[in-house]
C-alpha cells in the first residue's frame, strides 16, 4: 500500500478515535469484577469437571468392554493351528500364498466394472465360502496333529483361491475385449 494513502487514511478518521478517559476508580472496579468472575470461574470450572466424568467414564467402560470382546475373540483363535505352525517352510508357503491372494484381489479391484460386478460378487461368494473352509481345515489341524493330508488339503484351498481369482481376471478381460471388438465392429458398419 502506498503510504501516503495511509496517512490521509488516518487523516480522515482522525476525529473519530475515541479519546474520552475511563473514571478514577475504573481500574478498581475492573479487578473486583475480575476477581468476582474468577471466583465464579473455579465454581463452574468445578462443575463442568463433574459434567465431564460421566460421559468419560462411559466412553472408558466402552472401550474396556470392546477390549476384553476383542481379547476374548483373539485368545480364542490363538488355538487354531494354521501352516504357519507347522514349520518354517509351511510359513513361508502360507505367506506366499496370502500375498499372492492378496496381489490378486487387488488386480480384480483395479479391473472392476459395472459390466463385471455381478463376476465380482460371485467370485467374492466363492472366496468367502473358501475361507470358511480352511477356517474348519485349521479345527482340523488342531485336533489331527499336522496330519499330510489336512496340510495338504490347506494348501489346495490357497492354490483353489488363487485360480477363481485369475479366472475371474481371465473372465473380465475378455469381457473388455469383446465390448471392444463389438464396437470396432458397430463403429466400422
Known amino acids: ?26 481500574k478498581e472496579r475492573f479487578l473486583q469484577k475480575l476477581n468476582n468472575k474468577g471466583e465464579l470461574y473455579l465454581v463452574n470450572a468445578d462443575r463442568q469437571r463433574r459434567r465431564l466424568w460421566k460421559p468419560l467414564l ?5 472401550i474396556l468392554l470392546i477390549l476384553a470382546i476383542t481379547f476374548n475373540l483373539s485368545s480364542d483363535k490363538k488355538g487354531l493351528r494354521n501352516l504357519a505352525s507347522v514349520s518354517p517352510e509351511m510359513a513361508e508357503t ?13 488386480k480384480l479391484n483395479e479391473v472392476s466394472t459395472p459390466e463385471a460386478r455381478k463376476l465380482i460378487d460371485d467370485t467374492t461368494e466363492r472366496l468367502k465360502a473358501l475361507e470358511e473352509a480352511y477356517d474348519n481345515l485349521k479345527k482340523d489341524l488342531n485336533e489331527s496333529g499336522d496330519d ?31 465390448k471392444i471388438t463389438s464396437y470396432e465392429t458397430n463403429s466400422t458398419i
Open 1 to 26: 500500500m502506498n503510504e501516503d494513502y495511509l496517512y490521509s487514511l488516518f487523516e480522515d478518521v482522525k476525529n473519530d478515535f475515541d479519546i474520552e478517559e475511563p473514571s478514577a476508580n475504573h
Open 94 to 106: 502360507e505367506n506366499f500364498f496370502t500375498t499372492s491372494i492378496a496381489e490378486e484381489l487387488y
Open 148 to 178: 499330510k493330508r489336512v496340510i495338504f488339503a490347506m494348501i489346495s484351498n490357497f492354490q483353489t483361491r488363487i485360480e477363481i481369482l485369475k479366472n475371474t481376471l481371465q473372465e473380465i478381460e475378455n469381457i473388455k475385449q469383446l
Open 58 to 62: 462411559g466412553v472408558a467402560a466402552s
